[in-house]
């Protein structure tokens, strides 16, 4: 199993382009969720999805868009990138909703918008 | 103002010296405590689950303890390899689920 895995690892945008991070999982986990990492700041939700079809905003949704048309699959959508949008993006997945022990995070995604 | 709180935010340890990461919460009721360890340039790594006051969970030479207001990770004859931040994260009962991370802890371990 690959487990959760992101793409790309890194990536710089201009303020204004749009981009998707890529997440997929092969675990046959429901739940799948985004956080941002900021430094001095805790991980923070972004979106989340507790199966395909579902999905919905966690703390700081605002910019970013999600989507889950399958259980292995869920990017993230920034349509319109701002510098407040530099930071590191991780997917994590969890065979169920609510169950933050067995929440598996993958490597990561460095963002920079200038 | 935080619902949970990281001490101290850096430690710098020498090979065996314990010590102890401090985690405090102010949620109103506690469904869950967890504890990770992240390695610099990866994704956080599940160590930890506590649920109720009194609770101990050990592994390897890290030990996971619980109260009404906090939780410590003890750590017992450190080595470099435990050198990572720690992150704790809560969920409170009765909500969303959606759990609160603290900033984290940066340990290193020197030889």
């Known amino acids: 199993n690959a487990g959760v895995t992101q793409t790309p690892k890194f990536q710089v945008l201009k303020t204004g382009q749009s981009m998707t991070l890529q997440c997929a999982q092969d675990?046959?986990?429901?739940?799948m969720s985004w956080y941002r990492q900021d430094p001095g700041m805790g991980l923070r939700l972004i979106h989340y999805?507790?199966?395909?079809?579902?999905?919905d905003q966690g703390e700081v949704p605002n910019g970013y868009n999600v989507s889950r048309s399958t259980t292995e699959d869920f990017p993230l959508r920034l349509l319109s990138a701002a510098p407040s949008q530099t930071s590191v993006y991780f997917c994590a997945s969890s065979p169920q909703w609510g169950r933050s022990d067995t929440q598996y995070f993958g490597p990561g995604t460095r963002l920079t918008v200038l | 103002e935080d619902q949970v709180t990281q001490s101290p935010e850096a430690l710098r340890l020498q090979e065996g010296e314990s010590s102890s990461l401090n985690c405090s919460y102010t949620v109103s009721g506690l469904r869950g405590l967890f504890w990770y360890r992240q390695d610099p340039g990866k994704g956080p790594e599940f160590l930890f689950t506590l649920y109720s006051a009194g609770e101990e969970k050990e592994k390897e030479r890290l030990k996971a303890t619980l109260t009404k207001k906090e939780s410590f990770l003890h750590i017992t004859a450190p080595k470099p390899e435990d050198s990572a931040t720690y992150l704790c994260?809560?969920?409170?009962?009765?909500?969303?689920?959606?759990?609160?991370f603290g900033r984290g802890t940066s340990l290193i371990v020197h030889p």
């Open positions: 999805s507790v199966g395909a079809g579902i999905t």
């Open positions: 675990m046959n986990h429901e739940y």
């Open positions: 994260a809560v969920q409170q009962s009765g909500g969303s689920y959606i759990p609160t």
